[in-house]
């Protein structure tokens, strides 16, 4: 019997992985909103994500905080906790419990693509892994991220009078993109929405250069003609949009591999940037952990829980609620 249930609590010590509500104890994965919730009394974290979480909701939207850096081993009565990159956003973590001779990974929210604005993904072997499975069908096949900087810088330089407008969610995505376009040797200032200032602005003071960037506030109408703006993917059809000259609208995202996605949107250029495994590298780490037994969280579980079940693996869909599609994908 797994010493972790199907609600992610660990009975032993009474702890919670990414609770959806108020806990005495909790464990956060990453700063995401569907991950990381305001009002626990104690959180273990990595020390990144407990800054997230503070320039989000507050020095005070958790009772107390203690920090836990990754491959650093903390007891608790006969549980031991680990943290380990989980490669999805800056300070983003797999939680590693061991009970006894039992190894079980929570995943969280993980990617195993380059990316220079977190810590890279690392493969924990274990007996049972709990893996996400946002991206959980065949039919999601991941193109490398900077051959999609590449058409965005194209379709800048063959629209010079137009300002083009990413809608990217604030944390993580928006951070990457312009860290791929500085990578792609992008160096013009790249203008941001207000909501994207803060967390950008955290970034950096954690280490991650981004470049010159500037609010679209301190930029005229005229100025923003051949330039590029990130902003909330709700605010490219608003009409905050209607200062920039004759915008292209895009999306980064790991659903702009759905056309029809990108047609709801308005989205006249996707781009198929995505924060999380796709198909192929979610069975990838399901081999390579070694685990027996998988359990599958938020996502598309069912066709994950049956390629599982066809490599001989014992496998169930745990059907948590509340990890919702906050852009951030």
């Known amino acids: 019997m797994a010493f972790l249930n199907h609600e992610l609590h660990i009975g032993r010590i009474n702890t919670y992985v990414d609770p959806r509500q108020p806990q005495e104890r909790a464990i956060i994965t990453h700063g995401h909103a569907d991950h990381a919730r305001w009002g626990h009394k104690k959180v273990l974290a990595t020390p990144e994500t407990i800054a997230v979480m503070q320039a989000r909701y507050g020095l005070d939207c958790a009772g107390s905080f203690q ?57 924990v072997p274990c007996d049972i892994l709990v893996t996400e499975a946002t991206f959980g069908l065949p039919v999601f096949q991941h193109p490398d991220p900077a051959l999609e900087i590449n058409r965005l810088l194209e379709s800048v330089a063959a629209n010079k009078e137009r300002a083009h407008l990413i809608g990217a969610y604030s944390l ?92 709801q949107s308005g989205v006249e250029l996707p781009l198929v940037i995505s924060d999380h495994c796709d198909w192929n590298e979610l069975l990838q780490t399901v081999k390579e952990t070694g685990a027996h037994t998988i359990w599958v969280t938020h996502g598309r579980e069912d066709a994950l829980v049956y390629a599982c079940q066809r490599m001989g693996l014992a496998a169930e869909p745990l059907s948590l609620q509340g990890y919702e599609d906050e852009g951030e994908e």
């Open 67 to 123: 920090p836990l850096n990754y491959g650093e081993r903390l007891e608790i009565d006969d549980v031991a906790i680990t943290l380990f990159p989980a490669g999805h956003i800056l300070g983003s973590a797999q939680v590693l419990l061991e009970h006894k001779d039992c190894r079980i990974v929570v995943t969280g929210d993980y990617k195993r693509g380059a990316d220079r604005t977190c810590t890279p993904f690392e493969l």
């Open 172 to 263: 993580g995505k928006t951070q990457r993109v312009i860290k791929l376009l500085r990578e792609s040797g992008y160096d013009d200032p790249i203008y941001l929405h207000g909501a994207q200032v803060k967390l950008c602005t955290l970034y950096q003071q954690l280490g991650i250069d981004l470049g010159e960037l500037v609010p679209v506030s301190e930029a005229t109408k005229d100025s923003l003609a051949g330039t590029i703006t990130i902003a909330p993917p709700s605010a490219l059809k608003d009409r905050w949009s209607r200062r920039f000259p004759d915008p292209v609208p895009a999306m980064a995202s790991g659903w702009m591999s759905v056309k029809q996605r990108a047609k």
